[in-house]
């Protein structure tokens, strides 16, 4: 063998233009956005350069920021743990699944993928607004005339029906990981299904959900079209807001700091939750 | 039935019942993931201009007039390019970037991997807020116009497509047996010849998938896009939601499951070739 060109150069010339990308457009711009948190804003001449927290300030002390802080989390949490408990059976099924339909069911987890937020929020929008199926039913019932639109129910069955397919398609590729000869094993020592399940599957599984959980609760954090459409005006989260401080207000200081709490209570928990999970799996 | 329930033992009622809970959760998720498709194909069909149920008839003839929705072609014709070129373009970058993550040891190797995959867990609004004022700063300083450019969408775009593209790519490397590139080594192939010939074929079905979803997650963006069009130039699902917030009408749902069908179309073709069940 000739001599070897030294292993480091190479895969710098391989992971180089990709890591440049990244930081040109990721640690750049978030680097300018954290100074510009900083900054003041004036009606006049929209921003003033300055080096003060109020921003930040006004945010945590405003009982209405931290309403809506408050709002998206829980929007989050619930969908996320929601997404979990029924994405997991279907994950199972599709990962054990033999028959020749498997690769179709799979197609129609996908395919939603593709369709877009704003298509499923047009879609509930049918089926929750005045004039839509909820209300012409409560109607015929005796009922007179409600919308479901413009709630947190409306805003969090949104979430959950665009988040499911990827939480499905993420446990289903862990479940796939799993040898079916260990369950096949704790059936034939007599495990029960749902001792098979809490003590073999789940603990095996356990990395895929924390992966396919971090997922969805992002995703969830920052869902824009969905509260946009179905919250409106009434149901306020974190991103519409910001967009609203920032193209409405024209406050691009207020709008950096939102930016900026938004980001690091997602990095956070995202980094708690997934410290959690490593940690109980080394006890096991 | 109940006799067979009474008479049942606890262990079996209670595999009936979790049985149960597990087809109620599948029905509700099946529900919840396939209502509001079927929901917008139906409200498509809708005769009234507005949105009523039940409806006083049904037409197919919004779908003649797909053309009056506004900026439709061009929107559409936007978002195309730009998915296309961020994909092709992060294909480019992430591939050779998840080959060096995967077969090549180096400082700072752990390091890189987070920096790469972290697009995924900022916040898209944050990405877009940071975009724009960085490109309106380079506009100031440089005076050269960037807001309303395919470039910026491409590039903003290529920051959510790579990390897709090193993560399905690097899931896929890891899997594939190393022996049949270190045999072609020990040939006598030099290392670029191993990479062309072997490695990247062997990568077939991690590269589909890979361009699969960078196509996606570009093509259906919102919250980054957001920030960085410009009144001339808007992508089809910000055309879409621009729509919703004014009017909520047959025509608009008969825009998107023409968009549905196209991309179910597409997805099937793909199928054909590369199994999308085996490589997600």
């Known amino acids: 063998m000739t001599r070897r060109r030294p292993e480091g150069l190479t895969a710098s010339l391989l992971i180089g233009p990709a890591t440049l990308v990244v930081l040109l457009s990721l640690v750049l711009p978030l680097a300018l956005l954290a100074r510009y948190s900083l900054n003041r804003y004036d009606r006049r001449t929209f921003m003033v350069e300055a080096f003060t927290p109020e921003n930040y300030l006004r945010f945590v002390t405003d009982p209405f920021y931290t309403g809506v802080l408050w709002t998206t989390f829980s929007i989050a949490i619930v969908t996320t743990l929601l997404c979990l408990l029924m994405g997991f059976p279907i994950a199972y099924k599709l990962a054990r699944s033999q028959s020749r339909w498997k690769s179709i069911g799979v197609l129609l987890i996908i395919l939603p993928l593709f369709i877009g937020s704003t298509v499923r929020a047009l879609g509930w929008m049918g089926v929750l607004g005045r004039g839509g199926i909820v209300d012409a039913i409560y109607g015929a019932m005796g009922g007179t005339g409600i919308s479901l639109l413009y709630t947190s129910f409306a805003v969090g069955l949104g979430i959950l029906s665009i988040n499911l397919p990827y939480m499905i398609l993420t446990l289903q590729s862990v479940i796939e990981g799993i040898d079916a000869r260990v369950e096949e094993a704790a059936d034939s020592l007599g495990a029960s299904p749902p001792r098979r399940f ?25 869902a824009y079209a969905t509260p946009f459409l179905l919250g409106g005006a009434r149901f306020q989260m974190m991103a519409p807001m910001l967009y609203r401080e920032f193209a409405v207000n024209n406050n691009w200081p207020f709008a950096a700091a939102i930016a900026f709490i938004l980001m690091l209570t997602t990095l956070t928990l995202t980094a708690l939750s997934s410290l959690l999970v490593q940690r109980r799996y080394r006890a096991q | 039935m109940a006799n067979a329930i009474q008479s049942a033992t606890p262990s079996t009622r209670g595999a009936w019942l979790s049985k149960l809970v597990v087809t109620v959760l599948i029905t509700a998720g099946v529900v919840l993931m396939i209502v509001p498709l079927l929901m917008t194909a139906y409200m498509s069909l809708f005769a009234d201009g507005v949105v009523t149920f039940p409806p ?10 797909l053309a009056e929705f506004p900026k439709f072609g061009q929107s559409l014709g936007t978002s195309l390019r730009v998915a296309f070129t961020a994909t092709l373009l992060s294909l480019l970058i992430g591939v050779p970037a998840s080959i060096a993550l995967v077969r090549y040891r180096f400082i700072g190797r752990g390091l890189l991997n987070v920096l790469l995959l972290s697009p995924l867990t900022v916040p898209g609004v944050v990405i877009g807020l940071g975009l724009y004022v960085l490109m309106v700063d380079i506009e100031i ?14 590039l903003a775009h290529l920051l959510i497509t790579t990390p897709w593209v090193v993560r399905l790519c690097v899931a896929n490397l890891v899997q594939l047996d190393r022996s049949i590139e270190e045999a072609a080594a020990n040939l006598g192939a030099p290392p670029a010849r191993v990479l062309w010939s072997v490695t990247l074929p062997m990568m077939r079905q991690g590269i589909v998938a890979a361009a699969l979803f960078a196509f996606i997650v570009s093509f259906e963006n919102i919250e980054l896009t957001l920030f960085l069009i410009s009144p ?39 199928d054909r070739y590369v199994k999308l069940s085996k490589v997600v």
Not at chain 1, 202 to 217: C, K, S, Y
Not at chain 2, 141 to 154: A, N, Q, Y
């Open chain 2, 141 to 154: 300083r440089s005076e050269i116009p960037l807001i309303g450019s395919d470039w910026v969408l491409v």
């Open chain 1, 198 to 222: 809490w003590h073999v599957v789940l603990p095996l599984a356990l990395p895929g959900i924390a992966t396919g959980g971090i997922l969805v609760f992002i995703l969830a954090m920052n």
């Open chain 2, 232 to 270: 001339g130039m808007i992508t089809f699902p910000i055309s879409v939601l621009q729509y919703l917030e004014y009017r909520f009408d047959p025509l608009v749902a008969s825009v998107v499951v023409v968009q549905t069908a196209v991309i179910a179309l597409l997805l099937l073709a793909i």
């Open chain 2, 56 to 65: 006083s008839g049904y037409t197919l003839s919004w779908y003649g007039r």
